[in-house]
């Protein structure tokens, strides 16, 4: 059993300072005394499997649970508040998902909706931006629009193709329709 | 209300009925990784929708081609009801046969990719669990077809609906088990980019899906090579170890995923020594320490965030100097945490004990101060203890290591009969 008040330090915000050591006969290294070492074990080594396999009994939640779920309070229906959008809500969470898809990366000339502010930052650019076009023609102004990819090019065409090479994107990404484009990004409904 | 499905099945089954599903499933599992492709998902349903469908008429889900085209074109055609034709379409999709046939016809990945990708949130939720549904599948015909929406899944990490990324990233962490190809995809669409900003969300349902999913990612087989190096190079286990380091609240399932991100990162031995100057070891030790009075070390699972955080220490002191050892000789609690642990978890949970043994002995070798603390704490008798384990695994481990300890207590002159009194 662990002596008492081991288990109190446990408990205590001070530090358990060590004794001061006791004297070592340092080992000669003579044939057959033994040497202590440390032994590292690579993720694949058999002796890590218990605890591996118990990992992946939780993760496919044959395990019992960690923690209860809450449940969401239903209030009286409300309508979204944003102008021109009349849809109506009886749960505070399915307003917040509502307004975060619809309501909250959105150009304040075109109206258009994007799922993230990098996406709606290249949009404003390249659509609203008077100086674009100007400084396009001298320098590469078509960001990437893949996160962490610094890469600029000349055209969106070369951008498309770069999108579609490097970073194994769709040929029809959504939500890289160049200006020339009139159609409405989201035209399916 | 979505969660994970563990506590369905809790009510749905009998304690008989888990034990045998738990015994073939660890049969499968051991099997799987002595092969080297142990993998598993995740599923997230509906709670409330999950119990209304376990008590109807499961064959109305099993549906003939004909009947897959003619739900698609209920979606495409009704306009009002659209959302509720999605939701039939997603409990069809539970079934194995009826994904198969989904997948095969013709147009219908682009279909649900574009409804995935509208504006609509509701409609797009229900897209996403669709899609959720289908990468869970087991069948790797069903989870490649599932790739040409990895870009959106993606993308929709830099969004700001906590819900729809909680989603994004269980269904990423599913398909990116599935083949080397489709983790090749996701670190080119800037997965681990993504990851970091999802570390910086407030929600702790999103924070548990990025560990999830990352840990997926790490536990592939080329981790080493092309992904264990992207990760250290984006700086996401600073981020990971202060996310770690936060007060335990509602967010233990959130520190189980990311410990075990830790463990895969510092297991696969590419840059430790990143990690030691980030102040690792000490962050493990406090961390360690500070879990022997949390009020979750009472919760069933609380060994998911010990055993990793163990390994990780265990494995680092292979490689710290000195300086790295002075948390543990400034603060002996740690030593004191681990045979609270071994002590805690004797009955239950067998690995937990071999691996804090394996640490100890890693903390004590040639550390004359260490040991010499261990002797003066009394804690020899937590050893003799396991001894007397009727296991045979612990009793080998518990043997060989305190053959270990005990030669290494044999060059302390003079005190060992004492001390171990």
Redesign the interface.
């Known amino acids: 059993m662990i002596p008492p008040e081991l288990l109190a330090a446990l408990s205590s915000p001070a530090a358990l300072s060590l004794p001061k050591p006791l004297p070592v006969q340092e080992n000669t290294g003579r044939a057959g005394t033994f040497t202590p070492s440390t032994v590292r074990f690579s993720r694949d080594h058999d002796f890590f499997e218990d605890g591996d396999v118990h990992r992946h009994l939780y993760l496919e939640d044959v395990l019992t649970g960690i923690g209860e779920v809450e449940q969401r309070p239903k209030v009286s229906e409300f309508h979204c508040q944003m102008a021109g959008c009349s849809q109506i809500f009886d749960t505070l969470e399915s307003y917040e998902l509502h307004y975060n898809t619809l309501h909250r990366n959105v150009c304040s000339t075109c109206r258009r909706s994007f799922p993230s502010a990098r996406l709606l930052d290249v949009h404003i650019l390249e659509w609203h931006d008077s100086l674009f076009e100007i400084m396009a023609e001298k320098t590469n102004m078509f960001q990437c629009l893949v996160e962490g990819c610094v890469e600029k090019f000349k055209t969106a065409a070369k951008r498309k193709d770069h999108l579609i090479k490097t970073h194994l994107y769709p040929s029809n990404f959504r939500f890289d329709k160049p200006k020339k484009n009139k159609k409405y990004v989201f035209s399916n409904f | 209300?979505w969660?994970?499905?563990?506590?369905i099945?809790?009510s749905q089954l009998t304690l008989e009925d888990?034990r045998v599903?738990?015994r073939e499933?660890?049969k499968a599992?051991?099997k799987a990784?002595r092969e080297?492709h142990?993998t598993?998902?995740?599923?997230l349903r509906d709670?409330t929708d999950e119990e209304a469908f376990l008590g109807g008429n499961l064959s109305q889900h099993l549906l003939s081609e004909q009947q897959v085209l003619q739900r698609i074109r209920d979606i495409q055609h009704g306009s009002d009801e659209k959302l509720k034709h999605l939701t039939v379409l997603r409990h069809a999709l539970r079934n194995r046969v009826t994904q198969l046939l989904f997948i095969r016809a013709e147009g219908s990945m682009q279909f649900l990719i574009?409804l995935f990708?509208?504006?609509?949130?509701?409609i797009?939720?229900e897209a996403a669990r669709c899609l959720h549904e289908l990468s869970h599948s087991n069948d790797p015909a069903v989870s490649k077809a599932c790739l040409?929406a990895t870009?959106?899944l993606?993308?929709?990490?830099?969004?700001?609906?906590a819900?729809?990324m909680e989603l994004c990233l269980y269904t990423l962490g599913n398909l990116s088990v599935e083949s080397e190809a489709a983790r090749h995809?996701l670190l080119?669409?800037?997965i681990?980019?993504?990851f970091?900003?999802c570390l910086q969300s407030p929600y702790v349902t999103v924070l548990e899906a990025t560990g999830?999913a990352l840990s997926q990612l790490l536990q592939a087989k080329e981790a080493p090579q092309s992904i264990v190096p992207t990760v250290l190079e984006?700086g996401l286990t600073q981020d990971i170890l202060k996310l770690l380091l936060s007060d335990f609240g509602?967010s233990?399932?959130m520190m189980?995923e990311f410990a075990?991100c830790l463990?895969?990162i510092i297991?696969?031995?590419v840059n430790n020594v990143v990690l030691i100057s980030q102040g690792t070891v000490p962050k493990l030790v406090h961390m360690l320490?500070k879990l022997?009075?949390s009020p979750y070390l009472g919760?069933?699972?609380s060994?998911?965030l010990i055993?990793?955080l163990v390994?990780c220490l265990?494995?680092l002191?292979?490689?710290v100097d000195g300086a790295n050892k002075r948390a543990i000789?400034?603060?002996?609690?740690v030593i004191?945490?681990l045979?609270?642990f071994i002590?805690k978890f004797q009955q239950e949970?067998?690995?937990?004990i071999?691996?804090c043994l394996?640490t100890l002995?890693?903390m004590?070798?040639?550390d004359?101060?260490?040991?010499?603390?261990v002797?003066?704490?009394?804690?020899i008798?937590?050893f003799l203890?396991l001894l007397g384990h009727s296991r045979d695994i612990v009793l080998l481990v518990s043997l060989s290591l305190l053959?270990?300890f005990l030669?290494?207590l044999?060059?302390?002159?003079g005190?060992t009969p004492v001390l171990c009194a």
Request: hydrophobic share 35%; net charge positive.
């Open positions: 209300m969660c994970a499905s563990k506590r099945k809790k888990l599903q738990r499933r660890e599992l051991r990784r080297q142990l598993s998902k995740r599923l709670q574009g990708t509208c504006q609509f949130a509701r797009q939720m040409p870009s959106y993606v993308t929709f990490l830099s969004g700001s609906s819900e729809l995809q080119l669409q800037g681990i980019p993504a970091s900003m999830y984006a509602e233990f399932g189980i075990w463990h895969y297991s696969s031995q320490t022997t009075t919760v069933s699972g060994e998911l055993c990793p390994r265990g494995n002191l292979t490689e000789q400034e603060d002996g609690r004191v945490a045979f609270f002590q949970h067998l690995f937990v071999q691996e394996w002995n890693n004590t070798a040639k004359p101060i260490i040991c010499s603390a002797l003066h704490f009394k804690l008798p937590v203890q053959t270990v030669n290494h044999h060059k302390i002159m005190h």
